[in-house]
């Protein structure tokens, strides 16, 4: 069900929010039990949602634009009385008082938050099996990952357990997991959306954005959460267009820039086939197809998990035992109760990172490793710019390959890590992403466009994306 279709459901009368709601949840009663998405029920918030949006129907009121819409939300936001974990043990009970600010704008939008999905421990993973709670299983074939860290929102759209789902993107979270699970996801430029109330694994890198079934759900959802908040210092104070009106603008003489480096050694060739075709298509509709050169593309990975764990060995130094989280018991003393907590309530990963970013940061070493990195950012952003001077987006895949199985590459952190190739670029840069299915294997499973922005313009990539929609296939 699109956003469309659920909204004039209820603003009809052919259907109750409520009911909606209800359907939502038989739905997640009925898979999700195969699936995990979710990780806690919030149904007696959504219900009264739900009541509120009826009551305005009944009285013929105006409705908001996401009226009675079933949505899920990814466990690393927080939500007033909604437990709240980021798939982690340290924060197993915690409940927090306040909503994240894209929460918010959902709710005062008409939304219905069905629960919290499923994720990575802190966001950080590539395909869901780092969750404290279990890993999450992909629609489309549930002996395989559905990508991370946001695998459980992706899941939860393409198993039709929510209309739309938020996630998070720190290194491609958002997008990977849509291109696993086939489903639209898109990363907003930085600062576009507030990350007020979104836990913090980089807070340089960290971004929010819907997960979705088409370009233009995506562009509704995008509209409602976007804009300048005083609560985060971040957030830009950038105008925010109608974002659902940009899709039925023109996209003949777009210039496509297809750079040759993603499309060079590890591409699964079906994935470069699906990709190939979908590019050819949207010269089909006018675009102009350029070959582009980003020539520091290479250094992107080890760029990337030297600013991503240097920044998260800061901001987890928090979860102490002291002011909330787990607290281990029976400790000799402070140091010793520091030393249980963190050991028992973080996972391997999680440990894994926090070891490599304290190490970049440590005396004697960060001139070598994390001041180094940012300079490498600073080229990778000069090729953007560079190139953005004489194409208006990007065409790449998502991912290198398909997605693979579970357990596959659990004990070669380096292989899950490569599997992030395509898309850490983006959060490095800053600059707006988006996901797009663009076919199937012969295994029938999902392959990812990755479609890439200016600053800011995320008007033209969700154009780009609405428009190859309306031609993958022959049919809208």
């Known amino acids: 069900m699109t956003i469309a279709a659920a909204r004039s459901a209820v603003a009809e009368r052919n259907m109750s929010a409520q009911a909606l709601a209800e359907s939502y949840y038989d739905a997640i009663h009925g898979v999700d039990g195969e699936i995990h998405a979710y990780l806690s ?10 009541a509120e949006i009826d009551q305005l129907a009944e009285q013929g009121a105006p409705l908001p634009p996401l009226a009675g819409v079933p949505v899920g939300i990814k466990d ?22 306040y909503d994240c600010t894209a929460v918010a704008k959902l709710e005062a939008a008409g939304a219905v938050i069905l629960g919290k999905t499923n994720c990575d421990e802190y966001a950080m993973g590539s395909s869901n099996e780092n969750s404290a709670y279990g890993p999450v299983r992909n629609p489309r074939d549930l002996a395989r990952v ?23 993107d720190t290194g491609g979270s958002i997008r990977q997991p849509a291109s696993f699970c086939g489903v639209v996801g898109l990363m907003p430029t930085y ?36 804009g300048r908040d005083p609560n985060d210092a971040t957030s830009a104070d950038v105008a925010v267009p109608d974002y659902e009106a940009e899709l039925e603008k023109p996209v003949r003489g777009k210039r496509l820039g297809v750079p040759r480096e993603y499309f060079g050694e590890g591409l699964h060739p079906e994935v470069r086939s699906a990709v190939e075709a979908a590019i050819q298509k949207l010269a089909t509709l006018g675009c102009e197809i350029v070959p582009v050169t980003l020539p520091h593309t290479s250094y992107a990975i080890p760029t990337y998990y030297v600013v991503a764990t240097a920044e998260a060995s800061s901001n987890l130094a928090r979860y102490d035992g002291v002011r909330y989280g787990h607290r281990a018991a029976a400790a000799r003393g402070l140091t010793d109760m520091y030393r249980r907590t963190r050991d028992e309530g973080f996972g ?53 390959t398909p997605a693979f199985k579970l357990g596959e590459k659990a004990d070669d952190p380096l292989a899950m890590y490569l599997a992030d190739i395509y898309t850490v670029v983006a959060d490095l840069v800053g600059i707006p992403g988006l996901s797009v299915p663009c076919g199937e294997t012969r295994e029938g499973l999902p392959v990812g466009l990755q479609v890439l922005g200016k600053h800011f313009e995320e008007a033209t990539i969700l154009r780009l994306a609405h428009a190859y929609e309306q031609v993958r296939d022959g049919h809208a």
């Open 76 to 97: 690393v936001m927080v939500t007033r009385g909604v437990r709240t974990t980021a798939g982690s043990k340290v924060l197993e009970n915690f409940v927090p008082l």
């Open 348 to 400: 391997a990963e999680v440990k894994r990172r926090i070891m490599l970013g304290t190490y970049a940061l440590s005396a004697g070493y960060y001139d070598a490793y994390y001041l180094k990195a940012q300079k490498v950012r600073t080229l990778l952003a000069s090729d953007f710019e560079q190139v953005f001077k004489q194409v208006d987006a990007i065409v790449t895949p998502t991912c290198p």
């Open 191 to 226: 600062g576009r959306v507030s990350r007020y109330g979104l836990i913090a694994f980089a807070s340089s890198l960290d971004h929010i954005g819907p997960l979705a079934s088409s370009a233009r759900d995506a562009a509704i959802v995008l509209r409602t959460i976007a």
């Open 41 to 50: 029920i919030c149904r007696e918030r959504a219900l009264a949602k739900a």
């Open 146 to 168: 559905p990508g991370g860290s946001s695998g459980g929102s992706a899941a939860a759209v393409a198993a039709g357990t929510a209309v739309f789902a938020l996630g998070s």
